[in-house]
């Protein structure tokens, strides 16, 4: 992959899209934890674990067609699922439990990732920071008010979806120079690949705990855009 010469880094002066969910906060390993005790909820029915897993998976690629992202989208997801494989309609205790497992991540403190605390306010000095997630608008602002980040952000942008024409529309927006604008964060399928398709750099940061549906091979970067790799968020310093 490209990189910029190391006569050029750090960098200065760049405008940096910074994903939220997994990128400066943990996100999807309370997910995870809903989902192994919603799955352990389900052992009175003949199928597996994985079994139990693909069916959601399928449920929560429908659900966010229909609904978006977010806690609701998640809990209809795990509604739909659980009727789908007992083959009847959930009664109201077991819709009860499954609110519970949904609740469960709605009630988590808001957890930094390694990093960010400590080098969000330097980048913050140095570069244009704007905040590009997804997901429901509630529930991204409530985290970003609890994260104590906002205050380092020139813009907010929550969108429905990340792809391609949503990252121009905010470059456009906020009037990016697409050549010094970077989208940094964990999902190859949201964060990198749409935002390359951009026009913009990108930098993936690996995350052990992406979701599922945020898995993709990372795209190359076309001609004249950089695309990095790292395994923390700490080694932005080195590049910004």
């Given amino acids: 992959m490209p990189i910029p010469s190391a006569n050029a880094l750090p960098l200065r002066n760049q405008t940096l899209l910074i ?13 995870e934890r809903a989902i192994a005790a919603y799955i352990g909820s389900l052992d009175h029915l ?6 139990v897993r693909a069916a959601l998976n399928q449920a929560e690629r429908e659900t966010i067609l229909a609904q978006g992202y977010g806690l ?5 997801s795990l509604i739909a699922c659980f009727e789908r494989l007992a083959g009847e309609p959930a009664s109201i205790h077991q819709i009860a ?5 949904a609740q469960s991540i709605a009630e988590q403190e808001i957890e930094l990732l390694p990093g960010v605390a400590e080098l969000l306010p330097e980048l913050a000095a140095r570069h244009r920071l704007i905040l590009m997630t997804k997901g429901s608008q509630a529930e991204q602002a409530d985290k970003l008010a609890r994260s104590g980040l906002a205050k380092y952000f020139s813009g907010v942008e929550i969108v429905a979806e990340k792809h391609p024409a949503a990252y121009a529309e ?6 990016c ?4 604008t970077w989208m940094i964060g964990n999902s190859p399928k949201s964060d990198i690949n749409p935002a390359l398709a951009a026009g913009l750099n990108a930098i993936f940061i690996f995350h052990k705990d992406t ?3 945020e898995h993709a091979d990372i795209a190359a970067a076309p001609g004249g855009q950089y695309l990095l790799e790292v395994d923390s968020f700490r080694r932005l310093a080195e590049i910004f």
């Fill in 19 to 31: 994903d939220a969910d997994d990128t400066l906060w943990e996100n999807n390993i309370y997910f």
């Fill in 72 to 76: 609701g989208s998640f809990t209809q």
């Fill in 46 to 51: 003949p199928h597996t674990p994985e079994q």
């Fill in 211 to 213: 979701w599922v549906l």
């Fill in 97 to 101: 439990q499954i609110h519970s497992f």
């Fill in 170 to 175: 905010v470059v456009g927006r906020h009037g």
């Fill in 177 to 180: 120079d697409p050549g010094s």
